[in-house]
């Protein structure tokens, strides 16, 4: 008889006050916990060909954030933001009764990975942020401006939703996904798909909350962001890409602070590396990717677990 081949991955649902947060496990049992978080409007399978090449004594957690790919959606009247995603990540982690863990976050994943080491540092011991400065300062002048803006497009989103969503077949969502994600290769928008398509009568909606497109209207300043870039204790490693965040985020105003958090960092003495590739270059590429993130893990988590 043949012997049995186990999945490469096995599925995760964690109920928590929205509803349930799920994703896919990777690896062995016992193995070191290392949370996987996504970007704005991904989900777990934005890991799907890094998390392969990577160190296998690991036991990699890819969560679909709250909103995102097959976890829940927040009721009506309630928005999403950044401590929203924190308070989700510490339900998840105490009901998997996790102590210590790292993080792999990408772009929103990272900033939320950010608050988190911040907030709980103890529980955090190595951090990697994939193009992403974890936090990201808003001007003071721009505080209220993006305030308002956040708040006017979750009410008027409130007033003129039906509760519909439009319907595609299978190609036109392909189609969809890449014309407002173009960094992302036909195999990777095929890849975010399997968890960011929902069957409906006629053919497939989109999975993730409409309301996620809303702006964010959790900010800090950079005094505060740099504050808060201290009280992190988990060793960290910033890779950064060279067609990616710097040359593609939509506020400009932000851009100013980039020098000021990468020095931050090295002053630390943090990791900051640039590698080839757009802002998805961790799912496009991830053999480009996944030697740097395999070293920091083997290096500054897996060689101190003796330690702990």
């Given at each position: 008889?043949?012997?049995?081949?186990?999945?490469?991955?096995?599925?995760?649902?964690?109920?928590?006050?929205?509803?349930?947060?799920?994703?896919?496990?990777?690896?062995?049992?016992?193995?070191?916990p290392?949370?996987?978080?996504?970007?704005?409007a991904?989900?777990?399978?934005?890991?799907?060909?890094?998390?392969?090449?990577?160190?296998?004594?690991?036991?990699?957690?890819?969560?679909?954030?709250?909103?995102?790919?097959?976890?829940?959606?927040?009721?009506?009247?309630?928005?999403?933001?950044?401590?929203?995603?924190v308070?989700?990540?510490?339900?998840?982690?105490?009901?998997?009764?996790?102590?210590?863990?790292?993080?792999?976050?990408?772009?929103?994943?990272?900033d939320?990975?950010?608050?988190?080491?911040a907030?709980?540092?103890?529980?955090?011991?190595?951090?990697?942020?994939?193009?992403?400065?974890?936090?990201?300062?808003?001007?003071?002048?721009?505080?209220?401006?993006?305030?308002?803006?956040?708040?006017?497009?979750?009410?008027?989103?409130?007033?003129?939703?039906?509760?519909?969503?439009?319907?595609?077949?299978?190609?036109?969502?392909?189609?969809?996904?890449?014309?407002?994600?173009?960094?992302?290769?036909?195999?990777?928008?095929?890849?975010?798909?399997?968890?960011?398509?929902?069957?409906?009568?006629?053919?497939?909606?989109?999975?993730?909350?409409?309301?996620?497109?809303?702006?964010?209207?959790?900010?800090?300043?950079l005094?505060q962001?740099?504050?808060?870039?201290?009280?992190?204790?988990?060793?960290?490693?910033?890779?950064?890409?060279?067609?990616?965040?710097?040359?593609?985020?939509?506020?400009?105003?932000?851009?100013?602070?980039?020098?000021?958090?990468?020095?931050?960092?090295?002053?630390?003495?943090?990791?900051?590396?640039?590698?080839?590739?757009?802002?998805?270059?961790?799912?496009?590429?991830?053999?480009?990717?996944?030697?740097?993130?395999?070293?920091?893990?083997?290096?500054?988590?897996?060689?101190?677990?003796?330690?702990?």
């Amino acid at each position: 008889m043949a012997e049995e081949v186990r999945p490469v991955f096995s599925d995760l649902s964690v109920p928590v006050r929205s509803g349930h947060v799920r994703g896919r496990v990777w690896g062995p049992d016992r193995g070191r916990p290392v949370l996987c978080l996504h970007g704005w409007a991904d989900n777990c399978g934005s890991f799907n060909t890094l998390i392969p090449l990577l160190p296998q004594e690991c036991r990699y957690v890819a969560l679909d954030l709250t909103g995102h790919g097959r976890s829940s959606h927040l009721p009506p009247g309630e928005s999403y933001n950044t401590p929203a995603y924190v308070a989700d990540i510490r339900r998840v982690v105490d009901a998997l009764q996790l102590k210590t863990f790292s993080i792999i976050g990408h772009s929103m994943g990272a900033d939320v990975a950010a608050v988190f080491s911040a907030l709980y540092p103890e529980m955090v011991d190595g951090l990697v942020f994939l193009d992403s400065y974890g936090f990201l300062p808003t001007d003071s002048k721009d505080l209220a401006k993006v305030l308002r803006q956040g708040m006017e497009e979750t009410l008027q989103f409130e007033k003129k939703t039906d509760g519909k969503k439009r319907v595609y077949t299978y190609e036109k969502a392909v189609e969809r996904l890449s014309t407002a994600n173009p960094t992302l290769s036909e195999r990777s928008v095929r890849v975010l798909l399997e968890r960011g398509l929902v069957p409906v009568e006629g053919g497939f909606a989109f999975a993730r909350d409409l309301r996620i497109n809303s702006k964010n209207i959790w900010r800090v300043g950079l005094e505060q962001s740099l504050e808060m870039q201290s009280r992190v204790r988990a060793s960290i490693l910033l890779v950064l890409t060279e067609k990616g965040f710097n040359k593609t985020f939509s506020e400009p105003s932000q851009r100013k602070f980039d020098w000021t958090l990468r020095q931050h960092l090295r002053d630390r003495n943090h990791t900051v590396v640039t590698v080839p590739g757009d802002h998805h270059a961790h799912l496009n590429d991830p053999e480009v990717v996944a030697p740097i993130v395999s070293d920091f893990l083997r290096n500054k988590v897996l060689s101190h677990q003796h330690k702990l």
